[in-house]
């Protein structure tokens, strides 16, 4: 039964992790979709409410796929989803590393990261279109991450105190 | 600042690779990993200097894979091989995964609470502004038409069609590569 589990895992991450240029934010779109419309291991609201999660912690915001595994199959499963989710990107990176270095001339290295990063763009854009659908967001939502988006663009202020400003407020909101 | 020509490469022990990578796990997130790692491995240890660390950096950019996280592969690679950038890969995911576990069970037990959920919706909010942001910095490195293009068409039809994302990247990032390939442009060093 488990390692059914286990391997559905492994076939949704791993081929995300190969994927996931410019990092998590990549991918966060397709795997709502695969976790939330194809899988219905989460509803939306939860699924949002991981991705909070996983953007509040320290580490990278992939480990959202732990939080996932462990939905799905208990520790085992955020054991196995972790691994997932970097091991494939992580020899794809290793080996590209190695190129790199190996030939130093190549007209293609140029070509490689400059080409790489309108993909990234576009699926960047599409992971935080795809997280404001699922969390079903309000205006409140939408000016906070309009807001933060400016400071984190423009000014130096530091994400812990945005996220402890923004967790009490909406806590106090919710209070009142 | 006081960086080395790294023609020859410090030898770096494997426990203090893994232990640079796991400090800098467990205190950094939200983009700042790559200040700090520059801090530590740059300045602080000179086991990188600085132009070599901006190729790091661009490469664990653009790669798939979390950043942190091929940041590491790259630079454990560099100073001790394979097992080194399996080591500060490890390193760097450690302490963040039980953290995040210890979360995840704090949202079984008071996920349900109405100010929790208020807490986490607030909180959705910023990690999207995160994204955008992280999003809006890339974007100013595209600017020739083209690319632009592709920016727009991943975004409109991954994002906002819910079309399959894998064939969309399979067919378009080759594309994107030849392009630049085939264009001309500066070299990277």
Request: hydrophobic letters at 55%.
């Amino acid at each position: 039964m488990n390692e059914t589990r286990f391997l559905t895992l492994i076939l949704v991450f791993a081929p995300l992790s190969l994927l996931s240029f410019g990092g998590g934010q990549a991918i966060v779109a397709d795997m709502q979709h695969q976790v939330v419309d194809v899988r219905h291991w989460l509803s939306g609201p939860q699924f949002a409410d991981l991705f909070a999660l996983s953007r509040a912690a320290p580490g990278p915001s992939t480990l959202i796929a732990a939080l996932i595994g462990w939905q799905v199959a208990g520790f085992m499963g955020a054991v196995v989803a972790t691994l997932a989710i970097y091991i494939p990107s992580s020899f794809v990176v290793y080996g590209a590393v190695r190129w790199w270095h190996a030939s130093k001339d190549s007209p293609w290295r140029g070509a490689l990261a400059r080409g790489l990063i309108p993909v990234a763009v576009g699926l960047v854009f599409a992971g935080a279109l795809a997280v404001l659908e699922a969390a079903h967001v309000n205006a409140l939502q939408l000016v906070t991450t309009a807001l933060v988006t400016g400071l984190l663009v423009f000014s130096r202020v530091g994400i812990y105190a945005i996220m402890a400003v923004t967790a009490l407020v909406y806590a106090l909101l919710e209070f009142l | 600042m006081s960086s080395e020509p790294t023609a020859h490469k410090p030898h770096v022990p494997l426990l203090d690779l893994m232990g640079v990578f796991f400090r800098v796990g467990i205190t950094s997130f939200g983009g700042s990993t790559a200040a700090w790692l520059y801090r530590e491995l740059v300045e602080r240890r000179g086991w990188m200097d600085e132009e070599h660390f901006l190729t790091a950096l661009t490469l664990a950019q653009v790669l798939p894979g979390a950043n942190p996280v091929n940041l590491s592969i790259y630079v454990g690679s560099q100073l001790r091989g394979g097992i080194g950038g399996a080591a500060a890969a490890l390193g760097m995911i450690g302490p963040p995964f039980c953290v995040i576990l210890a979360l995840g069970y704090l949202y079984r037990q008071f996920g349900s609470s109405a100010i929790v959920h208020a807490a986490l919706a607030g909180l959705a909010a910023v990690g999207v502004g995160m994204t955008l942001s992280i999003g809006l910095k890339l974007a100013k490195k595209v600017r020739k038409p083209i690319p632009v293009l592709i920016a727009a068409t991943l975004f409109v039809t991954v994002g906002v069609l819910h079309w399959p994302m894998i064939p969309m990247v399979i067919v378009l990032t080759p594309a994107s590569i030849l392009l630049e390939r085939f264009k001309g442009g500066k070299p990277v060093p």
